[in-house]
Structure formats: C-alpha cells, structure tokens
C-alpha cells in the first residue's frame, strides 16, 4: 500500500504529550491520527470530549457566583413553552422587548 505524508503544525508540549499517551496506549501516534481521520470520513463530524478538562480559575469563579445567585433567587424564571416566557415579558417586563 502507498503513502502520503501530511504535514501538521502543532506546539511541541502538545506533540511530547500526545506520542506519549498513544505509548501508554500501545500504539504509535499515526494510528491514532489515522484512526481519528477514518473516522471523520465515515461520520463527516468531530468530536471533542472534555472527560478530563478542568475549568480554569475564571469559570469556575462565575460559576460560584451562578451558584450563589441561584440559591439567593436571583435568576431568570424558567418556562416550559414559548408562549409563557412571552406572557411574562408583557406582564412584568415590557421595558426588556
């Protein structure tokens, strides 16, 4: 079978990293590029996944104070249908239409 070479850009931490889980794994690095390649031919998408991803500082100080406004109240009603949520504006909001 032939081959073609393509050529990728990417910061050297993010290489070391990635040859070095596909190692953990048992494989070179180009099965997995290549397994991820088939892929995206067969599903036309790509996926992301953020199992292991930790908020930085700044997201998780909004979503404590998300937290605490919620428990103090201070949030926007919730609605089952887009007719309530309209109902509500004209009721008590108009200045926000």
């Known amino acids: 079978m032939n081959y073609a070479v393509i050529t990728i850009k990417i910061d050297p931490q993010t290489k070391k990293e990635a040859m070095e889980t596909a190692e953990n794994l048992g494989m070179p690095l180009s099965v997995v590029i290549k397994a991820f390649l088939k892929q995206f031919i067969r599903t036309k998408s790509v996926e992301f996944s953020a199992r292991d991803e930790e908020p930085n500082e700044y997201l998780k100080s909004i979503m404590k104070q998300a937290?605490?406004?919620?428990?103090?109240?201070?949030?926007?009603?919730?609605f089952n249908n887009a007719e309530d949520a309209?109902?509500?504006?004209?009721?008590?909001?108009?200045?926000?239409?």
Not at 67 to 78: A, L, M, R
Not at 86 to 97: G, R, V, Y
């Open 86 to 97: 309209i109902a509500w504006l004209h009721k008590d909001h108009e200045s926000l239409l």
């Open 67 to 78: 937290e605490e406004n919620w428990k103090k109240g201070k949030h926007s009603p919730v």
